[in-house]
Protein backbone atom coordinates (compact mmCIF):
# COMPACT_ATOMS: atom_id res chain seq x y z
CA UNK A 1 0.00 0.00 0.00
CA UNK A 2 3.07 2.57 0.64
CA UNK A 3 4.04 2.63 -2.73
CA UNK A 4 0.79 3.94 -3.74
CA UNK A 5 0.41 6.25 -0.70
CA UNK A 6 1.35 9.78 -0.89
CA UNK A 7 1.25 12.85 2.20
CA UNK A 8 -0.80 15.88 0.97
CA UNK A 9 1.75 17.79 2.50
CA UNK A 10 4.58 16.18 -0.11
CA UNK A 11 5.33 18.08 -3.46
CA UNK A 12 3.60 17.71 -6.74
CA UNK A 13 7.58 17.04 -7.66
CA UNK A 14 7.60 14.21 -5.33
CA UNK A 15 4.44 12.83 -6.51
CA UNK A 16 5.73 12.61 -10.02
CA UNK A 17 8.56 10.77 -9.22
CA UNK A 18 6.25 8.61 -7.01
CA UNK A 19 4.23 7.97 -10.14
CA UNK A 20 7.58 7.24 -12.20
CA UNK A 21 8.33 4.52 -9.65
CA UNK A 22 5.11 2.59 -10.41
CA UNK A 23 5.79 2.12 -14.04
CA UNK A 24 3.82 -1.39 -15.10
CA UNK A 25 1.49 -0.91 -12.04
CA UNK A 26 -1.80 1.34 -11.53
CA UNK A 27 -0.87 5.03 -12.45
CA UNK A 28 -2.40 6.22 -8.89
CA UNK A 29 -1.51 7.77 -5.70
CA UNK A 30 -4.00 7.85 -2.21
CA UNK A 31 -3.56 10.90 -0.93
CA UNK A 32 -3.74 11.08 2.70
CA UNK A 33 -2.74 13.35 5.85
CA UNK A 34 -0.61 12.54 8.77
CA UNK A 35 -2.88 10.39 10.46
CA UNK A 36 -3.63 8.20 7.09
CA UNK A 37 -7.00 9.84 6.90
CA UNK A 38 -7.85 9.73 2.76
CA UNK A 39 -7.91 13.06 1.33
CA UNK A 40 -8.10 12.54 -2.59
CA UNK A 41 -6.32 10.47 -5.51
CA UNK A 42 -3.75 11.91 -7.89
CA UNK A 43 -2.67 10.83 -11.02
CA UNK A 44 0.10 12.23 -13.81
CA UNK A 45 -3.11 13.63 -15.74
CA UNK A 46 -4.16 15.52 -12.80
CA UNK A 47 -0.36 16.79 -12.16
CA UNK A 48 -0.28 17.52 -16.36
CA UNK A 49 -3.49 19.77 -15.96
CA UNK A 50 -2.46 21.67 -12.93
CA UNK A 51 0.81 21.80 -14.44
CA UNK A 52 -0.93 23.84 -17.38
CA UNK A 53 -3.10 25.88 -15.19
CA UNK A 54 0.72 27.27 -13.61
CA UNK A 55 0.44 25.28 -10.30
CA UNK A 56 4.47 24.98 -9.89
CA UNK A 57 6.69 21.50 -9.09
CA UNK A 58 7.68 22.37 -6.06
CA UNK A 59 3.71 23.26 -4.76
CA UNK A 60 1.83 21.01 -2.50
CA UNK A 61 0.13 17.48 -3.63
CA UNK A 62 -3.40 18.71 -1.81
CA UNK A 63 -3.36 21.40 -5.04
CA UNK A 64 -3.84 19.34 -7.59
CA UNK A 65 -5.59 15.88 -6.12
CA UNK A 66 -8.79 15.21 -7.19
CA UNK A 67 -11.10 15.30 -3.88
CA UNK A 68 -14.00 13.64 -5.57
CA UNK A 69 -12.89 10.17 -4.99
CA UNK A 70 -14.91 6.70 -4.45
CA UNK A 71 -13.69 5.24 -1.01
CA UNK A 72 -15.45 1.62 0.50
CA UNK A 73 -15.96 1.27 4.24
CA UNK A 74 -16.43 -2.01 3.99
CA UNK A 75 -14.02 -4.23 1.79
CA UNK A 76 -16.60 -6.92 0.88
CA UNK A 77 -19.08 -4.56 -1.12
CA UNK A 78 -19.09 -6.62 -3.93
CA UNK A 79 -21.88 -4.56 -5.55
CA UNK A 80 -20.14 -1.15 -4.94
CA UNK A 81 -16.93 -2.18 -6.19
CA UNK A 82 -19.25 -3.24 -9.01
CA UNK A 83 -20.24 -0.35 -9.82
CA UNK A 84 -16.53 1.43 -8.90
CA UNK A 85 -15.32 -1.39 -12.04
CA UNK A 86 -17.61 0.08 -14.23
CA UNK A 87 -16.63 3.82 -14.39
CA UNK A 88 -12.99 2.72 -14.68
CA UNK A 89 -11.81 2.94 -11.19
CA UNK A 90 -8.25 0.24 -10.87
CA UNK A 91 -7.38 1.47 -7.50
CA UNK A 92 -10.12 1.72 -4.81
CA UNK A 93 -9.43 2.54 -1.05
CA UNK A 94 -11.16 0.88 1.47
CA UNK A 95 -11.57 3.19 5.08
CA UNK A 96 -12.75 2.53 7.96
CA UNK A 97 -15.33 4.73 10.24
CA UNK A 98 -12.89 7.58 10.87
CA UNK A 99 -11.78 7.33 6.96
CA UNK A 100 -8.09 6.40 7.28
CA UNK A 101 -6.71 3.98 4.52
CA UNK A 102 -6.79 0.23 5.46
CA UNK A 103 -6.30 -1.36 2.69
CA UNK A 104 -5.89 -0.99 -1.54
CA UNK A 105 -8.25 -2.88 -3.90
CA UNK A 106 -6.56 -3.29 -7.36
CA UNK A 107 -9.12 -4.22 -10.10
CA UNK A 108 -6.72 -4.89 -12.59
CA UNK A 109 -5.37 -7.80 -10.20
CA UNK A 110 -8.76 -8.91 -9.20
CA UNK A 111 -12.63 -8.39 -10.26
CA UNK A 112 -14.06 -8.23 -6.39
CA UNK A 113 -14.23 -9.00 -2.78
CA UNK A 114 -17.13 -11.81 -2.42
CA UNK A 115 -17.83 -12.21 1.16
CA UNK A 116 -17.61 -15.48 1.09
CA UNK A 117 -15.51 -18.67 2.42
CA UNK A 118 -14.59 -21.29 -0.09
CA UNK A 119 -14.24 -25.35 0.19
CA UNK A 120 -12.68 -27.30 -3.03
CA UNK A 121 -13.57 -30.99 -3.00
CA UNK A 122 -10.31 -32.72 -3.88
CA UNK A 123 -10.27 -36.24 -2.35
CA UNK A 124 -11.61 -38.23 -5.31
CA UNK A 125 -9.49 -41.17 -6.93
CA UNK A 126 -9.93 -39.97 -10.41
CA UNK A 127 -10.98 -43.80 -11.87
CA UNK A 128 -11.61 -42.71 -14.74
CA UNK A 129 -8.72 -41.45 -15.71
CA UNK A 130 -6.79 -44.02 -15.10
CA UNK A 131 -3.83 -44.60 -15.61
CA UNK A 132 -2.81 -41.00 -15.03
CA UNK A 133 -4.39 -40.56 -12.10
CA UNK A 134 -2.07 -44.08 -10.54
CA UNK A 135 0.51 -41.71 -9.33
CA UNK A 136 -1.06 -38.40 -9.16
CA UNK A 137 -4.49 -36.73 -7.85
CA UNK A 138 -6.93 -35.84 -10.64
CA UNK A 139 -6.43 -31.91 -9.55
CA UNK A 140 -2.73 -31.92 -10.12
CA UNK A 141 -3.08 -33.16 -13.38
CA UNK A 142 -1.33 -30.18 -15.68
CA UNK A 143 -3.51 -28.64 -18.22
CA UNK A 144 -1.26 -26.28 -20.44
CA UNK A 145 1.62 -26.34 -17.68
CA UNK A 146 -0.64 -25.61 -14.47
CA UNK A 147 -2.46 -28.07 -12.37
CA UNK A 148 -6.45 -28.20 -13.02
CA UNK A 149 -7.02 -27.31 -9.56
CA UNK A 150 -4.96 -23.69 -9.89
CA UNK A 151 -7.03 -22.91 -12.54
CA UNK A 152 -9.95 -22.66 -9.97
CA UNK A 153 -7.68 -20.96 -7.63
CA UNK A 154 -7.10 -18.24 -9.42
CA UNK A 155 -10.57 -17.59 -10.14
CA UNK A 156 -10.95 -17.75 -6.25
CA UNK A 157 -7.99 -14.83 -6.50
CA UNK A 158 -9.95 -12.77 -8.97
CA UNK A 159 -12.53 -12.65 -7.12
CA UNK A 160 -10.64 -11.84 -3.76
CA UNK A 161 -12.10 -14.91 -1.76
CA UNK A 162 -9.04 -15.75 0.70
CA UNK A 163 -10.64 -17.90 2.99
CA UNK A 164 -9.99 -21.34 1.21
CA UNK A 165 -10.03 -25.14 2.03
CA UNK A 166 -9.34 -27.93 0.08
CA UNK A 167 -10.46 -31.29 1.36
CA UNK A 168 -7.84 -34.06 0.03
CA UNK A 169 -7.83 -37.68 0.15
CA UNK A 170 -6.54 -39.71 -2.46
CA UNK A 171 -2.93 -39.32 -2.30
CA UNK A 172 -3.24 -36.52 -0.14
CA UNK A 173 -0.01 -35.71 0.60
CA UNK A 174 0.78 -34.66 -3.04
CA UNK A 175 -2.19 -32.10 -2.48
CA UNK A 176 -0.49 -31.17 0.81
CA UNK A 177 2.80 -30.40 -0.77
CA UNK A 178 1.24 -28.16 -3.46
CA UNK A 179 -0.32 -25.79 -0.96
CA UNK A 180 2.94 -25.99 1.15
CA UNK A 181 3.19 -22.60 -0.35
CA UNK A 182 0.42 -19.62 -1.38
CA UNK A 183 -0.84 -20.60 -4.84
CA UNK A 184 -1.89 -17.15 -6.44
CA UNK A 185 -1.05 -15.27 -3.50
CA UNK A 186 -3.72 -17.18 -1.27
CA UNK A 187 -2.68 -19.58 1.52
CA UNK A 188 -4.81 -23.02 0.91
CA UNK A 189 -5.41 -24.93 3.73
CA UNK A 190 -5.48 -28.86 3.23
CA UNK A 191 -7.90 -31.30 5.56
CA UNK A 192 -7.60 -34.80 5.39
CA UNK A 193 -10.70 -36.76 4.77
CA UNK A 194 -10.24 -40.14 6.78
CA UNK A 195 -12.99 -41.83 5.32
CA UNK A 196 -15.34 -41.50 2.34
CA UNK A 197 -17.55 -38.50 3.54
CA UNK A 198 -19.55 -37.77 -0.26
CA UNK A 199 -19.60 -35.17 -2.14
CA UNK A 200 -20.37 -32.91 0.10
CA UNK A 201 -19.57 -34.58 3.63
CA UNK A 202 -15.80 -33.08 3.88
CA UNK A 203 -17.35 -29.41 4.56
CA UNK A 204 -18.33 -30.71 7.71
CA UNK A 205 -14.31 -31.24 8.28
CA UNK A 206 -13.52 -27.07 7.44
CA UNK A 207 -13.33 -25.00 10.16
CA UNK A 208 -14.05 -21.57 8.89
CA UNK A 209 -11.65 -18.68 9.43
CA UNK A 210 -14.07 -16.15 8.51
CA UNK A 211 -17.38 -14.58 9.86
CA UNK A 212 -19.17 -14.61 6.55
CA UNK A 213 -22.67 -16.07 6.10
CA UNK A 214 -21.58 -18.20 3.23
CA UNK A 215 -19.16 -20.85 1.73
CA UNK A 216 -19.03 -21.75 -2.01
CA UNK A 217 -18.21 -25.23 -2.77
CA UNK A 218 -17.14 -26.62 -5.45
CA UNK A 219 -15.60 -29.60 -7.24
CA UNK A 220 -11.58 -29.31 -7.62
CA UNK A 221 -11.71 -31.12 -11.12
CA UNK A 222 -13.73 -28.36 -13.08
CA UNK A 223 -12.53 -25.97 -15.76
CA UNK A 224 -14.73 -23.03 -15.72
CA UNK A 225 -15.01 -19.32 -15.79
CA UNK A 226 -17.87 -18.63 -14.29
CA UNK A 227 -18.36 -15.13 -12.74
CA UNK A 228 -18.22 -15.60 -8.92
CA UNK A 229 -19.31 -12.40 -8.65
CA UNK A 230 -22.71 -12.80 -10.81
CA UNK A 231 -23.37 -15.96 -8.96
CA UNK A 232 -22.71 -14.34 -5.60
CA UNK A 233 -24.93 -11.57 -6.28
CA UNK A 234 -27.77 -13.76 -7.12
CA UNK A 235 -27.71 -15.56 -4.22
CA UNK A 236 -27.74 -12.23 -1.82
CA UNK A 237 -30.92 -10.60 -4.34
CA UNK A 238 -32.38 -14.08 -3.43
CA UNK A 239 -31.39 -14.30 0.00
CA UNK A 240 -31.36 -17.84 -0.78
CA UNK A 241 -29.69 -20.59 1.64
CA UNK A 242 -28.64 -22.39 -1.75
CA UNK A 243 -27.43 -21.55 -4.77
CA UNK A 244 -26.70 -24.18 -7.37
CA UNK A 245 -24.64 -23.04 -10.38
CA UNK A 246 -26.34 -25.15 -13.76
CA UNK A 247 -25.45 -25.44 -17.21
CA UNK A 248 -28.24 -26.20 -19.93
CA UNK A 249 -28.40 -29.66 -21.13
CA UNK A 250 -30.14 -30.57 -24.02
CA UNK A 251 -32.11 -33.89 -24.53
CA UNK A 252 -33.09 -35.21 -28.41
CA UNK A 253 -35.53 -37.94 -28.10
CA UNK A 254 -35.00 -39.96 -32.03
CA UNK A 255 -38.69 -40.90 -31.81
CA UNK A 256 -42.32 -39.77 -32.19
CA UNK A 257 -43.62 -39.14 -28.51
CA UNK A 258 -47.06 -39.24 -27.95
CA UNK A 259 -49.24 -37.20 -25.54
CA UNK A 260 -52.23 -39.07 -24.17
CA UNK A 261 -55.12 -38.69 -22.32
CA UNK A 262 -56.07 -42.11 -20.80
CA UNK A 263 -55.89 -44.64 -24.35
CA UNK A 264 -56.42 -41.36 -26.66
CA UNK A 265 -53.52 -39.65 -28.17
CA UNK A 266 -54.04 -35.92 -27.89
CA UNK A 267 -50.59 -35.07 -30.19
CA UNK A 268 -47.42 -36.19 -31.63
CA UNK A 269 -44.14 -34.46 -31.62
CA UNK A 270 -41.89 -35.81 -34.17
CA UNK A 271 -38.19 -36.25 -32.16
CA UNK A 272 -38.94 -33.47 -29.46
CA UNK A 273 -35.68 -31.72 -28.04
CA UNK A 274 -36.05 -31.20 -23.98
CA UNK A 275 -33.97 -28.66 -22.29
CA UNK A 276 -32.91 -28.67 -18.89
CA UNK A 277 -30.78 -27.52 -16.13
CA UNK A 278 -27.99 -29.98 -15.04
CA UNK A 279 -26.09 -29.70 -12.01
CA UNK A 280 -22.44 -27.81 -12.67
CA UNK A 281 -20.86 -28.94 -8.94
CA UNK A 282 -20.37 -25.26 -7.76
CA UNK A 283 -22.65 -24.08 -5.25
CA UNK A 284 -23.10 -21.77 -2.57
CA UNK A 285 -24.37 -22.93 0.93
CA UNK A 286 -25.77 -20.57 3.75
CA UNK A 287 -23.17 -21.88 6.70
CA UNK A 288 -26.11 -22.76 8.83
CA UNK A 289 -26.91 -25.19 6.61
CA UNK A 290 -23.49 -26.44 6.30
CA UNK A 291 -23.16 -26.87 10.30
CA UNK A 292 -26.18 -29.66 9.98
CA UNK A 293 -23.78 -32.21 8.12
CA UNK A 294 -22.75 -34.80 9.95
CA UNK A 295 -18.50 -35.34 10.25
CA UNK A 296 -19.12 -39.28 10.50
CA UNK A 297 -21.18 -40.51 8.11
CA UNK A 298 -21.23 -40.29 3.80
CA UNK A 299 -23.68 -37.15 2.23
CA UNK A 300 -23.92 -36.34 -1.16
CA UNK A 301 -24.53 -32.59 -2.08
CA UNK A 302 -27.84 -33.71 -3.61
CA UNK A 303 -28.48 -35.41 -0.06
CA UNK A 304 -28.02 -32.02 1.26
CA UNK A 305 -29.95 -30.15 -1.20
CA UNK A 306 -32.95 -32.28 -1.17
CA UNK A 307 -32.96 -32.00 2.67
CA UNK A 308 -32.91 -27.87 2.44
CA UNK A 309 -35.90 -28.11 0.24
CA UNK A 310 -37.80 -30.67 2.36
CA UNK A 311 -37.31 -28.25 5.31
CA UNK A 312 -38.44 -25.10 3.23
CA UNK A 313 -35.26 -23.40 2.57
CA UNK A 314 -34.89 -21.50 -0.35
CA UNK A 315 -33.06 -23.04 -3.30
CA UNK A 316 -32.30 -20.86 -6.67
CA UNK A 317 -30.18 -21.89 -9.77
CA UNK A 318 -27.47 -20.11 -11.94
CA UNK A 319 -27.19 -20.22 -15.46
CA UNK A 320 -23.72 -21.10 -15.77
CA UNK A 321 -22.41 -18.41 -19.42
CA UNK A 322 -19.48 -19.32 -20.53
CA UNK A 323 -17.02 -22.30 -20.29
CA UNK A 324 -17.59 -25.59 -18.03
CA UNK A 325 -15.61 -29.00 -18.23
CA UNK A 326 -15.93 -31.44 -16.00
CA UNK A 327 -12.91 -33.07 -16.39
CA UNK A 328 -13.86 -36.47 -15.81
CA UNK A 329 -13.00 -38.43 -18.69
CA UNK A 330 -9.91 -39.01 -21.07
CA UNK A 331 -11.80 -37.31 -23.77
CA UNK A 332 -12.69 -34.22 -21.56
CA UNK A 333 -9.18 -34.10 -20.72
CA UNK A 334 -7.79 -33.58 -24.14
CA UNK A 335 -10.92 -31.43 -25.28
CA UNK A 336 -10.01 -29.01 -22.21
CA UNK A 337 -5.93 -29.11 -23.47
CA UNK A 338 -7.10 -28.27 -26.44
CA UNK A 339 -9.14 -25.40 -25.10
CA UNK A 340 -6.35 -23.84 -23.20
CA UNK A 341 -3.83 -24.06 -26.39
CA UNK A 342 -6.11 -22.21 -28.58
CA UNK A 343 -7.51 -20.01 -25.83
CA UNK A 344 -4.80 -19.25 -23.15
CA UNK A 345 -6.49 -15.96 -21.75
CA UNK A 346 -9.70 -17.41 -21.72
CA UNK A 347 -9.42 -17.75 -17.75
CA UNK A 348 -6.90 -14.76 -17.14
Partial sequence: MRRHSILDTDTVLSALRRLNDLSGEVMTLIVTDSDGRLRGTVTDGDIRRALIRGTRPEDSVSDVMNRDFTALNHPEDARAIRAARARGIRLLPVV?????????????????????????????????????????????????????????IRNLARAGIRDVSVTVRYLAEQLEEHFSRPVCGIDVRC?????????????????RRSAFADTLVMNSDLLTNVSLEEMYLRHAEEQADVTIAAIPYAVSVPYAILSTDGPRVTALSEKPTYSHFANAGIYIFSNRLLDTLPTDCRTDATDLIEKAIADGMKVVHFPLNGTWIDIGSPADFRHAEELMRHHRKWLA
Fill in 96 to 152: DAEGRVERLIDLTRQDTVLPLSAILMAGGKGERLRPMTLAKPKPLLEIDGRPIIDYN
Fill in 191 to 207: VREEQPLGTIGSAALVK
